[in-house]
């Protein structure tokens, strides 16, 4: 098909199985449609796949196994696959030369600078099969020496990184790639590590107003495609839960206040943030009850299928998880009919 030629998707006719398996992103080993990335596709149902350094060789070898992913589903009478990847540039980027080595957004302190860099990370996206980028980071970490995002956030104040970080986006999205702004509501003044585990926040919710949420409000008047949740702590938000399972944040401040109608997914659910302190049906239910569409579990194991197995269980359990899940693959599914087309 051609790349204009956008097929629709509809709900009708989803089972149980296609509804619980589109709010899974997953990771997978391999560089070619084998057994494992088949049983995501054909059994689980995923809504779709993440690359990491694992799957990829160069581009050709790329090219093809996203083609043949999504042909994998085409078959499997599917949705298209998200298949997204981590290319911010600098200290976080996937793809090696002989793609276009950039060296990340501290380097990145004018317009011009932000829409090269997004007009090409889309072109050397899209042309090798991916639809979806996990950037532009939209932490502001200034004024924070010892921050953990400190190498990866764009310079400056919570202006200059939503001028940045908007310019990033609808660059990125004008060229057909489905940006996703990451770690709301912010994590740019943590000093620890959520790979390693949890870290807390006691910032100030009004101090947040006026410093971490102003990219991502930026972010959303520019129709991002997605927003990353972190897995931090914010105490004086939420004081049990990370923002990836937290209701007061995920669907009373992201979805309510801000009014973000788009894809809200978590963070990696295998970070030592989340598997150190929660198991997954705890998670899964958090973030159903949140309103968060999608999940991510990014290495293979019996995470994937768990997290699949507990939305399955939650359609059988009310009417109101069947109604978010109906909600949920609506979202995504409206995602995947305006960037995604059949390969």
Same mark, same amino acid.
Request: glycine share 6%; proline share 3%.
């Given at each position: 098909m051609a790349a204009t030629d956008k097929r629709p998707f509809s709900l009708s006719g989803f089972s149980d199985d296609m509804l619980a398996g589109q709010r899974l992103v997953a990771g997978f080993e391999g560089t070619t449609l084998n057994d494992d990335l088949k049983y995501l596709i054909d059994t689980l149902k995923v809504g779709g796949i993440i690359l990491f350094a694992v799957n990829l060789e160069h581009p050709d070898q790329i090219r093809d196994l996203c083609a043949s992913a999504q042909a994998h589903a085409a078959a499997c009478r599917l949705p298209p696959l998200f298949v997204a990847i981590d290319q911010e540039g600098g200290q976080v980027a996937r793809l090696k030369p002989p793609?276009?080595?950039?060296?990340?957004?501290?380097?990145?302190?004018?317009?011009?600078?932000?829409?090269?860099?997004?007009?090409?990370?889309?072109?050397?996206?899209?042309?090798?099969?991916?639809?979806?980028?996990?950037?532009?980071?939209?932490?502001?970490?200034?004024?924070?020496?010892d921050s953990v995002m400190a190498g990866r956030a764009f310079a400056g104040g919570p202006r200059e990184v939503a001028r940045l970080g908007g310019v990033v986006i609808e660059e990125m999205q004008k060229n057909g790639i489905m940006a996703v702004g990451k770690h709301f509501p912010g994590i740019g003044r943590t000093t620890a590590d959520s790979h390693i585990d949890q870290p807390w926040l006691a910032a100030d919710p009004a101090e947040m107003e006026t410093t971490d949420l102003v990219p991502f409000k930026t972010a959303i008047e520019r129709d991002v495609a997605g927003i990353m949740l972190s897995h931090i702590r914010y105490t004086a938000l939420d004081p049990d839960l990370?923002?990836?399972?937290?209701?007061?944040?995920?669907?009373?401040?992201? @979805?309510?206040?801000?009014?973000?109608?788009?894809?809200?997914?978590?963070?990696?659910?295998?970070?030592?943030?989340? @598997?150190?302190?929660?198991?997954?049906?705890?998670?899964?239910?958090?973030?159903?009850?949140?309103?968060?569409?999608?999940?991510?579990?990014?290495?293979?194991?019996?995470?994937?299928?768990?997290?699949?197995?507990?939305?399955?269980?939650?359609?059988?359990?009310?009417?109101?998880?069947?109604?978010?899940?109906?909600?949920?693959?609506? @979202?995504?599914?409206?995602?995947?009919? @305006?960037?995604?087309?059949?390969?």
């Open positions: 793609f276009t080595r950039f060296e990340g957004n501290p380097s990145i302190t004018t317009d011009d600078q932000a829409r090269h860099f997004a007009r090409i990370t889309a072109s050397e996206l899209a042309g090798i099969g991916v639809n979806m980028n996990m950037a532009p980071v939209l932490d502001v970490a200034d004024g924070v020496t990370p923002a990836s399972m937290s209701t007061p944040i995920a669907k009373t401040l992201l @979805r309510e206040k801000l009014g973000y109608e788009g894809l809200v997914m978590t963070d990696d659910l295998d970070m030592g943030a989340i @598997r150190n302190h929660h198991v997954m049906d705890q998670v899964v239910r958090c973030a159903d009850r949140a309103g968060i569409d999608m999940v991510l579990v990014c290495h293979k194991g019996p995470d994937r299928k768990k997290a699949v197995e507990s939305f399955r269980e939650l359609l059988e359990t009310s009417d109101t998880h069947r109604k978010q899940a109906l909600c949920s693959v609506e @979202r995504i599914l409206r995602a995947k009919a @305006r960037y995604l087309c059949r390969i």
